[in-house]
C-alpha cells in the first residue's frame, strides 16, 4: 500500500504517477529512449545562447518577438500564436482550459504517455480509443465515442510511438464528424520529420477556417532545442486565448525565445539535418522488415517494434548492447533514430531477438 499522504489530496492525483522521462544513458551508449535530436547545437544558435546572460531579468511573458516571427511566417496575426514552455506546457493548458470535472477528453490509445496524467490532472475523464492493428489512430471510432460531455480530442501525427500519420483526407473527414464546439487539439510534434505526401498539416488552414482545430509544434524534435522547452499552438485566438489564461506566467525563457528566432534565421541548416534523419529512419525501418519485423509506417523520428509480452526481455538485449530505448511493457518497443552509427547497431541486435519471437507474434511480418 502506498503511504497515505500527511494533507488532503485529490484522490486522482494522489495515485498519479509522475511522468516517466526516457532511460538515461551512459557515455559510451546510445540513447534512443527520448525522440530526441543526435545533432549538436548550430554553432549560430549556441553563440546566441552564450550572448544571453541578463538571466537576472524575467522573460518577456509573450515571447512576442517569436510569436510575430511565427505569425509572419505562417500569415496569421499574433494572437493567433501562443508560445509555450514545450508543446507538453500547451497540451496541459489547452486541457485544462477545455475540460473539468464531469467532462471527457478523447485520444488515441497507445499515444503520447503525457496524455493520460494530464487529463486527470484536469478532472476530466479519460476516454482512450484503440489504435488499428497497425498503429494507426482509429479517426471514424474516436468521432464514435464522442458524447455531449466530450470537450477534447487530442490527434497525435505522426502518432508517438507507433509512428504513423493521419492523412488529411482522414483529418478533415475527422473533423467533419465531430461537433464545431469540440476542441480538437492536432498534436504535430514530429512534423517536421513527415515525408509522406497525403500526411495531415495543421498549418495548411491554420485554425482559421476550422476554428476548433488547434496545431501544436515544437523545437524540441526537429530544431534539437529540446533542452530549452519551447513550443508553439497555432489556432483561434479566443481558444488561445484561453489557453494562455491557464498558463503558468513567465515559463517560457529569454533563452529559449532567443534560441528558437536564432533557429528560424537557420532553417536552411535544419532542414537538411532532418532530412537526413529522415533518410536514416527509412533505412532503419526497411532493414527491420528486411529482418522480420512488422513495423508500421515510421513518418516521425522513431521506428515501433510490436514486441509485445517479450518487451521488457527485448529492452534487456538493447540494453546489454549499449543502446537505450523506450520499452512500453506488454506492448512494444520505441527506438529513436539518433547518430548514423547507432543503425547497424540497432539494427544488429534487432535482428537477434525477432527470431526469438514466436511464430504468429503481432511484431512478426507473415511470410
Ligand atoms: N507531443 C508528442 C507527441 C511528443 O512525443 C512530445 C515529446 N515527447 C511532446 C508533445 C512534447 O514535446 P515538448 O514539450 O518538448 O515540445
Known amino acids: 500500500m502506498t503511504e497515505p499522504t500527511p494533507v ?27 525522440n530526441e535530436n543526435p545533432f549538436d547545437p548550430l554553432p549560430h544558435v549556441a553563440e546566441v545562447l552564450r550572448s544571453r546572460v541578463d538571466v537576472n531579468r524575467y522573460p518577456d511573458a509573450t515571447a512576442a518577438r517569436l ?3 511565427l505569425a509572419a511566417r505562417y500569415g496569421v496575426a499574433p494572437d493567433e500564436v501562443h508560445i509555450g514552455a514545450g508543446s507538453v506546457a500547451l497540451l496541459y493548458q489547452l486541457v485544462q482550459a477545455a475540460a473539468g470535472a464531469g467532462d471527457e477528453v478523447i485520444y488515441a490509445w497507445r499515444s503520447f504517455e503525457a496524455y493520460p496524467s494530464m487529463v486527470v490532472v484536469s478532472g476530466a475523464e ?7 492493428a497497425d498503429g494507426r489512430h482509429d479517426l471514424p471510432a474516436m468521432a464514435a465515442a464522442v458524447t455531449d460531455r466530450t470537450r477534447v480530442i487530442v490527434v497525435c501525427s505522426p502518432n508517438n510511438p507507433t509512428g504513423p500519420v493521419v492523412t488529411q483526407r482522414e483529418f478533415d473527414d475527422f473533423v467533419q464528424a465531430v461537433p464545431g464546439d469540440v476542441l480538437i487539439i492536432l498534436d504535430e510534434a514530429y512534423a517536421e520529420f513527415v515525408t509522406a505526401p497525403d500526411a495531415v498539416d495543421g498549418l495548411r488552414e491554420l ?5 476548433n482545430v488547434v496545431a501544436l509544434r515544437t523545437f524540441s524534435k526537429a530544431y534539437g532545442l ?15 486565448d484561453a489557453a494562455r489564461a491557464t498558463a503558468i506566467p513567465l515559463s517560457v525563457t529569454a533563452q529559449a525565445e532567443e534560441a528558437a528566432l536564432a ?4 532553417e536552411d541548416e535544419l532542414r537538411a539535418r532532418v532530412r537526413v534523419i529522415a533518410d536514416r529512419r527509412d533505412r532503419l525501418a526497411a532493414g527491420l522488415r528486411e ?13 515501433w517494434l510490436a514486441t509485445g509480452a517479450q518487451t521488457l526481455e527485448a529492452a534487456a538485449a538493447f540494453e546489454a548492447g549499449n543502446v537505450i530505448v523506450r520499452a512500453f511493457a506488454g506492448d512494444g518497443i520505441r527506438v529513436t533514430v539518433g547518430e548514423a552509427e547507432s543503425v547497424d547497431e540497432v539494427l544488429r541486435i ?8 514466436p511464430e504468429g507474434h503481432r511484431g512478426r511480418r507473415l511470410r
Open 8 to 34: 488532503r489530496i485529490r484522490p486522482e492525483i494522489a495515485g498519479l504517477p509522475p511522468y516517466r522521462q526516457g532511460k538515461q544513458a551512459a557515455a559510451d551508449a546510445f540513447k534512443l529512449s527520448s
Open 67 to 69: 510569436r510575430d516571427r
Open 126 to 132: 479519460r476516454v482512450e480509443v484503440p489504435l488499428t
Open 207 to 211: 485554425g482559421i477556417v476550422r476554428p
Open 226 to 240: 529540446a533542452g530549452l522547452r519551447v513550443g508553439y499552438a497555432i489556432g483561434h485566438r479566443r481558444v488561445l
Open 263 to 266: 533557429s528560424l534565421d537557420a
Open 291 to 303: 529482418a522480420g519485423w512488422d513495423v508500421p509506417e515510421a513518418q516521425g523520428n522513431f521506428v
Open 350 to 357: 534487432a535482428a537477434s531477438i525477432v527470431d526469438t519471437l
